[in-house]
């Protein structure tokens, strides 16, 4: 029986990443991501004048490292870093810094790991140019200030390769991950159109949260599937659920 096929639509090099976890559950992906990592002219302070770093992606984590490797000097590794998740942990713990510790959850669950934690001084955010929640808000209501630094932004797509939205409208795809809810809502204004109507409404949508899954609920798709947590483990647990689905008799 053919393998389900799953369409991975996060930005490189985490497409590639969650690709090969599809293919070792017998998933076949087809990737596509619908955004890329693009630097920006940021500037790193010195660290050392901090109490802690907030990093809300893997992402984050590696253009901060990029930029550390061109300072003069050593960066402070033993800082506190907290990051949103344990993917962003483990790319903290690649750049260098030995003090990592996950929320394991949303941007809530950073800040109020971050309030738990009441770093000595002011928390550095290396964060995107479109940032998909308010951390330094969050933090201010604990009287925890913060300085946000733009690193990086993350540019979208303008449409669909030719060759995948031909596959989706034959519908060959029976599935869609979903790891944000910009993503998501690139991918419901690139499926606007008539042709699109058998995806909005056949295709699951497999999601890694709530907020993520709104923007295509909010374009009419109609099935979608939640992760039972906000990380890449539950969403490979929610993938091969839904593709054993697929082949049962």
């Known amino acids: 029986?053919?393998?389900?096929?799953?369409?991975?639509?996060?930005?490189?090099?985490?497409?590639?990443?969650?690709?090969?976890?599809?293919?070792?559950?017998?998933?076949?992906?087809?990737?596509?991501?619908?955004?890329?990592?693009?630097?920006?002219?940021?500037?790193?302070?010195?660290?050392?004048?901090?109490?802690?770093?907030?990093?809300?992606?893997?992402?984050?984590?590696?253009?901060?490292?990029?930029?550390?490797?061109?300072?003069?000097?050593?960066?402070?590794?033993?800082?506190?870093?907290?990051?949103?998740?344990?993917?962003?942990?483990?790319?903290?713990?690649?750049?260098?810094?030995?003090?990592?510790?996950?929320?394991?959850g949303t941007l809530n669950d950073l800040a109020h790991l971050i309030e738990t934690n009441r770093p000595d001084g002011t928390v550095f955010y290396p964060a995107a140019h479109h940032q998909s929640g308010d951390l330094a808000g969050l933090l201010a209501r604990s009287g925890i200030s913060t300085r946000t630094e733009v690193l990086y932004e993350m540019v979208a797509a303008e449409a669909l390769a030719p060759e995948v939205a031909e596959t989706l409208i034959r519908g060959e795809v029976a599935g869609i991950l979903f790891y944000s809810r910009r993503t998501a809502q690139i991918f419901a204004e690139l499926c606007k159109g008539d042709d699109f109507d058998p995806v909005r409404r056949q295709v699951e949508c497999l999601c890694v949260s709530e907020s993520c899954a709104q923007p295509l609920i909010d374009n009419h798709f109609l099935r979608i599937s939640l992760a039972d947590d906000p990380d890449h483990g539950a969403m490979m647990s929610l993938a091969l659920a839904f593709a054993r689905e697929q082949i049962s008799p």
Do not use: C, K, Y
């Not at 619908?34 to 990093?55: K, N, Q, V, W």
């Not at 901060?64 to 590794?77: F, K, S, V």
């Open 1 to 104: 029986m053919d393998r389900p096929r799953l369409l991975v639509t996060r930005p490189q090099p985490d497409a590639d990443r969650t690709a090969g976890h599809l293919r070792a559950l017998e998933i076949e992906p087809i990737i596509a991501p619908l955004l890329r990592a693009e630097p920006r002219e940021g500037t790193i302070p010195d660290l050392s004048a901090f109490g802690a770093l907030a990093i809300t992606s893997a992402n984050a984590a590696r253009f901060l490292a990029r930029e550390l490797d061109g300072l003069d000097g050593a960066a402070p590794w033993q800082l506190p870093v907290f990051t949103v998740g344990d993917h962003s942990a483990h790319e903290a713990r690649q750049a260098g810094f030995t003090n990592v510790i996950s929320a394991q």
